[in-house]
Nanobody
Framework: QGQLEESGGGSVQAGGSLRLSCKLSRYSYNSACMAWFRQSPNQEREGVASITDDGLTAYADSAEGRFTISRDKSNNFFYLQMNDLKPGDTAMYYC???????????????????????????WGRGTQVTVSA
C-alpha cells in the first residue's frame, strides 16, 4: 500500500546510460521530497539524488555531473538519468518519497536525519543496475 514502482534498470557497459523511472503511488502524488538511493551487497543504502516539490535538486558527489534527477508532476513520475556509468555504480536502485516537508532547503540524501527521524515514508522495491567494465 503506497509502494512506489521503479523501472528502467538493466545491464550496460561502462560509459553507457540508463534512465530509471519511479511511479508515485496515489498516497504520494503530492510528495514534497523525492529521492533515489542505491545499495550494493554488504554496503549501506546511500542517497544518490533528491528533488523537492519545487525542483530543488541535490546530488551525491559520486553522481554530480553524471546523473540528473527530474520529475513529471502531471504524470506522477520522477526519473534518474544516468550517464557515463561506471562499474562502481552497480547496485540495486530504490526510489523514495515523502509528502511532508519537514526541512527547508534540499531534500536529504540520507534515510535518517538526527532530530527528524526517518525522512522518507514511501519506497519502491528496487531495480537492478549492473555496469560492466
Amino acid at each position: 500500500q503506497g509502494q512506489l514502482e521503479e523501472s528502467g534498470g538493466g545491464s550496460v557497459q561502462a560509459g553507457g546510460s540508463l534512465r530509471l523511472s519511479c511511479k508515485l503511488s496515489r498516497y504520494s502524488y503530492n510528495s514534497a521530497c523525492m529521492a533515489w538511493f542505491r545499495q550494493s551487497p554488504n554496503q549501506e543504502r546511500e542517497g544518490v539524488a533528491s528533488i523537492t516539490d519545487d525542483g530543488l535538486t541535490a546530488y551525491a558527489d559520486s553522481a554530480e555531473g553524471r546523473f540528473t534527477i527530474s520529475r513529471d508532476k502531471s504524470n506522477n513520475f520522477f526519473y534518474l538519468q544516468m550517464n557515463d556509468l561506471k562499474p562502481g555504480d552497480t547496485a540495486m536502485y530504490y526510489c523514495a518519497a515523502e509528502t511532508e516537508r519537514r526541512m527547508i532547503g534540499n531534500c536529504p540524501l540520507t534515510r535518517v536525519v538526527p532530530g527528524f527521524g526517518h525522512i522518507y515514508s514511501y519506497w519502491g522495491r528496487g531495480t537492478q543496475v549492473t555496469v560492466s567494465a
